[in-house]
Each structure stands twice: as structure tokens, then as C-alpha cells.
């Protein structure tokens, strides 16, 4: 902001004494350096912070979602049979089957959810929405299965087809439970892309420390900013 000021008060100082229309552009020069130089605190009177960024993200990324880490993983599916005969009363002897594959798990935010963003103590605190996750990809090339545990009195087919049929669920759910692995990964990559936001779109934006936390990290009751529509 001083850096800013500056400029202007030297634009001012070097023009002061030119004539006529010399005069008039340093005019507007200075002029318009000082509606940049409040631009920030403009954004947040005039509510169009998340607008201003929801715009600038979309147009970069190409798409509504800001994608931010991507996992690629050797997966072992396992999947237990239990049966019984005798209505019940005599267990028969487990079936277990594996499969191992590659699997992609592709992690991001969805920039058409609700974001708020509020200043505080000189501070950017962003309330970005939950991670999500695409399907994910398995490479069902790759995939291989194998007989754990054997019974001569157990069907092994059933298992095994069983198991092939729940492998998206299972990858899902394992995509689910990844969460919290690229949960610090997708919290700097978004400090990182709100920062360029503002150093590209306001002239004192470089100003602002960006904090993220995730709606579901947010307590309103706590000294953490609270959620706010801007």
C-alpha cells in the first residue's frame, strides 16, 4: 500500500508544474492509482469478493472444480466369504479372495460451492468447501486375483465373483479414506492459488496472508473467523 502511495505522491510531485493537458493526465494517473490502492477494501464493501474469485478460478482452471492432488496406489482388495449349513448351526470354512490393482484417485474442490471469505487481524482466512473426489480409476488391465484361504466344502467361484463386483465400492470407499492424506496437500495448494488471486487481481493483495480451512474443520463458536457471506 505504501509502495502504491509512494508512486503516486512521485507521479504527483514530477507533473505538478507542467501545463495544460500534462497537467490533467498526471491528474488521472494519480487518480487512478488511488482507487487501485483501495481496490481490496473496495471488494469486501461491495461484496463481490467470492464473485471476483469464483470468476477468476473457473477461467483458469477451465472447469468448476480446482483439482489438487492425484493418488496413485497399489490396491488389495480382500473380501471374506462366510457361510454355514444346518440352518445355521454348522460353520463351514471361510473363503478368501484377493484382488490387487492400480488405482488413481483425483482429489479437488468444487468452486461452485459456497466459499467465504473474511479479513482478520491483516489476515485472509478462507473457508473453502469439503474435498471431493472423481470415481476412481481402476486399471482393470492390471488386475489380478488370487485364492487366500481354500475350502473343499465352499464354492470359490461365488467369491471370487462377488469380490469382482464390488471393487468399485471398495475403491470408493478407499478414495474415502485417502482423505485425510491429501488433506494438507489441498489446503497449501489452495493457500497458494487464493495468494496468486490476489497478487493478480488486486494492486495490494500481496498484503494479505491467506489461511485455509475447511468447512468442516470450521467452528463458528471459536476465535477462528467465522463464516461469512461477503
Not at 1 to 13: N, R
Not at 190 to 195: G, L
Not at 204 to 215: A, E, I
Request: net charge positive; aromatic share 10%; with cysteine.
Amino acid at each position: 500500500m505504501l509502495a502504491v502511495l509512494s508512486t503516486a505522491l512521485y507521479v504527483f510531485k514530477s507533473c505538478r508544474d507542467l501545463p495544460g493537458d500534462a497537467l490533467t493526465r498526471a491528474g488521472q494517473v494519480v487518480e487512478q492509482v488511488g482507487q487501485k490502492a483501495q481496490q481490496v477494501a473496495a471488494a469486501f464493501k461491495q461484496g463481490t469478493i467470492t464473485t471476483t474469485f469464483t470468476s477468476y478460478a473457473t477461467t483458469l482452471s477451465g472447469s468448476q472444480y480446482l483439482q489438487f492432488a492425484t493418488l496413485s496406489q497399489m490396491e488389495h482388495f480382500t473380501r471374506k466369504d462366510e457361510s454355514s449349513m444346518a440352518f445355521g448351526y454348522i460353520p463351514l470354512p471361510d473363503v478368501v479372495v484377493e484382488a490387487t490393482a492400480p488405482v488413481s484417485y483425483t482429489y479437488y474442490l468444487d468452486l461452485n460451492a459456497h466459499w467465504d471469505f473474511k479479513v482478520q487481524d491483516g489476515v485472509l482466512w478462507v473457508i473453502a468447501p469439503e474435498i471431493k473426489f472423481n470415481k476412481p480409476s481402476v486399471d482393470a488391465s492390471r488386475i489380478t486375483y488370487e485364492i487366500k484361504k481354500n475350502s473343499l466344502l465352499r464354492n470359490t467361484t461365488e467369491a471370487m465373483v462377488n469380490l469382482k463386483e464390488s471393487i468399485t465400492w471398495l475403491s470408493i470407499k478407499k478414495a474415502q479414506s485417502n482423505v485425510d492424506l491429501v488433506r494438507e496437500t489441498g489446503r497449501k495448494q489452495t493457500e497458494t492459488f487464493v495468494q496468486n488471486w490476489l497478487a493478480k487481481t488486486f494492486t495490494d493483495g500481496r498484503n494479505y496472508p491467506v489461511k485455509v480451512v475447511f468447512r468442516s474443520e470450521h467452528d463458528p463458536k471459536s476465535k477462528t473467523p467465522p463464516a461469512g457471506k461477503d
